[in-house]
């Protein structure tokens, strides 16, 4: 069972920048991959960013340029580097993990329903 921190959030102004992080409690084989998603109040979770063991990275179009995922597999950890904040990105952000082939998505997704392993999330708030 793949244990996943999320850490970063805070409280920014609209134009600042924050970097989330994700521990996972263990090695995540290359076998996975891993994403980071969020859910505003009233609105379902989407995935913004998601990277596999190649190194291969997917982005949501509404943050493409902006946001930037990377992972560093000796210390287990994923990260979400968010630059130029608007108000519309906050959000509980979340960090999940997954093997392939879970729910039949082998390819890199960023539908939730393809992630097996979620965090409990870290909160962003953008303020204009």
């Known amino acids: 069972q793949v244990q996943l921190v999320e850490s970063g959030g805070g409280s920014v102004q609209s134009g600042g920048s924050l970097r989330l992080s994700c521990a996972a409690s263990?090695?995540?084989?290359?076998?996975?991959?891993m994403g980071w998603f969020r859910q505003a109040p009233g609105k379902e979770r989407e995935g913004v960013a998601g990277?596999?063991?190649?190194?291969?990275?997917a982005y949501a179009d509404s943050v493409k340029g902006r946001f930037t995922i990377s992972q560093d597999n000796a210390k287990n950890t994923l990260y979400l580097q968010i630059n130029s904040l608007k108000p519309e990105d906050t959000a509980m952000y979340y960090c999940?993990?997954?093997?392939?082939?879970?729910?039949?998505?082998?390819?890199?997704?960023?539908?939730?329903?393809?992630?097996?392993?979620w965090g409990q999330g870290t909160q962003v708030s953008v303020s204009s």
């Open positions: 263990e090695y995540i084989p290359s076998t996975y991959y």
């Open positions: 990277i596999d063991s190649t190194g291969r990275t």
């Open positions: 999940a993990a997954t093997p392939r082939y879970y729910s039949g998505c082998y390819y890199l997704s960023l539908s939730t329903y393809c992630y097996r392993y």
